[in-house]
């Protein structure tokens, strides 16, 4: 596990600890656009909600170098193309860092420079309407109807993937390889 957070990095090993999987991961604070392991380090990499908040070059070409070939990097990301959920974001701005940029799809076209494969679905449209309804029991009735809906419309509309709240990236053969220690 690794995060430039100290703190984020005790909740995680508290985590770790109360599933009983501590000695199981190496907890780390470091920063991902400068990770401190060689080359071809992982066969896999899973982050959620970190690369929104790194500089999307220096983060994916960091991945790519510590990926090993045949491996794969996955990612759960923030999506900022939703202006309902765009407005919320500037409502609330104590939830927010300074360093936040919520994907878009063009984003990818960054990925792509580093990765021979970068594969992306995108979830959550219609579904927030369920959001109000959290704290009741209709709510998981609601959602899992909803975002059967999403899927649904986001294969008949592709373009309306761009309007998600999240998107899940898969990246794979990676390209670059440059010359760290």
């Given at each position: 596990?690794?995060?430039?957070?100290?703190?984020?990095?005790?909740?995680?090993?508290?985590?770790?600890?109360?599933?009983?999987?501590?000695?199981?991961?190496d907890f780390r604070v470091m920063n991902a656009e400068a990770l401190d392991f060689p080359n071809d380090s992982f066969g896999l990499i899973c982050g959620d909600g970190?690369?929104?908040?790194?500089?999307?070059?220096a983060a994916f070409a960091e991945v790519a170098r510590v990926l090993e070939p045949g491996g794969r990097a996955i990612?759960?990301?923030p999506m900022g193309h939703?202006?309902?959920?765009?407005?919320y974001r500037r409502l609330t701005p104590a939830e927010r860092t300074d360093d936040e940029h919520p994907l878009v799809l063009r984003d990818l076209d960054v990925a792509q420079r580093y990765f021979?494969?970068?594969r992306a679905r995108c979830f959550h449209v219609s579904v927030l309407g369920a959001i109000p309804f959290r704290d009741t029991r209709a709510f998981p009735y609601m959602h899992?109807?909803?975002?059967a809906a999403d899927r649904a419309l986001m294969r008949a509309i592709p373009p309306l993937r761009a309007w998600a709240w999240l998107m899940?990236?898969?990246l794979s053969e990676p390209r670059l390889h440059t010359a760290r220690p």
């Open positions: 596990a690794v995060d430039l957070s100290p703190i984020a990095i005790e909740r995680s090993r508290d985590a770790a600890r109360r599933q009983g999987v501590e000695d199981m991961i970190i690369i929104h908040h790194l500089d999307l070059d990612f759960r990301e939703n202006p309902a959920i765009n407005l021979g494969q970068v899992r109807a909803l975002d899940v990236m898969q």
